[in-house]
């Protein structure tokens, strides 16, 4: 079965930067979109970033853009997220997610629904 296993979490200050990485199994990495999303404590889980299959299309939450990266190795199966520039409001826990789509766009790339597989996530915090 399809396996998604977030790492690269952890406490960083304000300022600083993290990377994600999100490791893939049991699937045709080419043939999914990427995804990652968050959920801050009390708040629902958000749409952060996207790539499609090739990594030639990307998305990006307006709260991130600018600071966030997302990036794929499709010979290494993994997908990353670079974080720079943190703030206190990207404390969350971070979630790998993966759609299912040979297409180079992504439709209601927001939609959590839209996602199949999703990893357990990893905790950021960002101390002030």
């Known amino acids: 079965q399809v396996q998604l296993v977030e790492s690269g979490g952890g406490l960083v200050q304000a300022g600083g930067s993290l990377r994600l990485s999100c490791a893939a199994s049991?699937?045709?990495?080419?043939?999914?979109?990427m995804a990652w999303f968050r959920q801050g404590p009390g708040l629902e889980r958000e749409f952060v970033a996207a790539?499609?299959?090739?990594?030639?299309?990307?998305y990006y939450a307006d709260s991130v853009k600018g600071r966030f990266t997302i990036s794929r190795d499709n010979a290494k199966n993994t997908a990353y997220l670079q974080m720079n520039t943190l703030k206190s409001e990207d404390t969350a826990v971070y979630y790998c997610?993966?759609?299912?789509?040979?297409?180079?766009?992504?439709?209601?790339?927001?939609?959590?629904?839209?996602?199949?597989?999703w990893g357990q996530g990893t905790q950021v915090t960002v101390s002030s």
């Open positions: 790539t499609t299959w090739s990594g030639r299309t990307t």
């Open positions: 997610a993966a759609k299912r789509t040979s297409l180079d766009y992504i439709t209601s790339v927001s939609s959590k629904s839209d996602y199949g597989d």
């Open positions: 049991g699937l045709i990495f080419i043939n999914y979109a």
